[in-house]
T-cell receptor, first 118, second 111 residues
Framework: NAGVTQTPKFRILKIGQSMTLQCAQD?????MYWYRQDPGMGLKLIYY???????DKGEVPNGYNVSRSTTEDFPLRLELAAPSQTSVYFC?????????????????FGPGTRLTVL | KQEVTQIPAALSVPEGENLVLNCSFT??????LQWFRQDPGKGLTSLLL?????REQTSGRLNASLDKSSGRSTLYIAASQPGDSATYLC??????????FGTGTSLTVIP
């Protein structure tokens, strides 16, 4: 298994540009998450999904959009990039046996995407 | 709002020493608590997951404890090795899949 994969690894954007961060997992996990990590800070949850077609906001969703059309993929969209979105973005996945319940299993993380907005 | 604090922010110990990392949280109505390891420039690796009904979990040289009523968790590392050098993060899960991470403890084990 490749686990959780993220592309690209690095990206520099200009203010106002848009881009999609890709995330895929091959572990048949039903739950997927997007976090951002700013220097010296902990991770903050942007969006999460408990299954295909279902997404919900986390702690810091403004400026981002997500979709979950398949179990495997969970892309994160930045529509109008701003310098405040400079960060490292991590995607994660986990498996919950009980639909709709808080995830009970460990989260598996991707290697991250380092995004700079200038 | 849940606040997760980790103390100390950085720690240096000689190889072979036993050590304790601390994590505290303000809202005791957690679903579970996880400890992660993060190497520089890498993603997070889960070390231990403690459900709210459990008091501790062990994996090899690692032991994590949870005291929900006092809002505290500790990660005990026995016989530390240079390969243990990394940043250790704790995260708590509230119902509704809201996850809150601490800012981490940066550990350096000196050979």
């Amino acid at each position: 298994n490749a686990g959780v994969t993220q592309t690209p690894k690095f990206r520099i954007l200009k203010i106002g540009q848009s881009m999609t961060l890709q995330c895929a997992q091959d572990m048949n996990h039903n739950y997927m998450y997007w976090y951002r990590q700013d220097p010296g800070m902990g991770l903050k949850l942007i969006y999460y999904s408990v299954g295909a077609g279902i997404t919900d906001k986390g702690e810091v969703p403004n400026g981002y959009n997500v979709s979950r059309s398949t179990t495997e993929d969970f892309p994160l969209r930045l529509e109008l990039a701003a310098p405040s979105q400079t960060s490292v973005y991590f995607c994660a996945s986990s498996y919950s046996r009980q639909a709709g319940a808080s995830s009970t299993d460990t989260q598996y993380f991707g290697p991250g995407t380092r995004l700079t907005v200038l | 709002k849940q606040e997760v604090t980790q103390i100390p922010a950085a720690l240096s110990v000689p190889e072979g020493e036993n050590l304790v990392l601390n994590c505290s949280f303000t809202d005791s109505a957690i679903y579970n608590l996880q400890w992660f390891r993060q190497d520089p420039g890498k993603g997070l690796t889960s070390l231990l997951l403690i459900q709210s009904s459990q008091r501790e979990q062990t994996s090899g040289r690692l032991n994590a404890s949870l005291d929900k009523s006092s809002g505290r968790s500790t990660l005990y590392i026995a016989a530390s090795q240079p390969g243990d050098s990394a940043t250790y993060l704790c995260a708590v899960t509230l119902t509704g899949n809201q996850f809150y991470f601490g800012t981490g403890t940066s550990l350096t084990v000196i050979p």
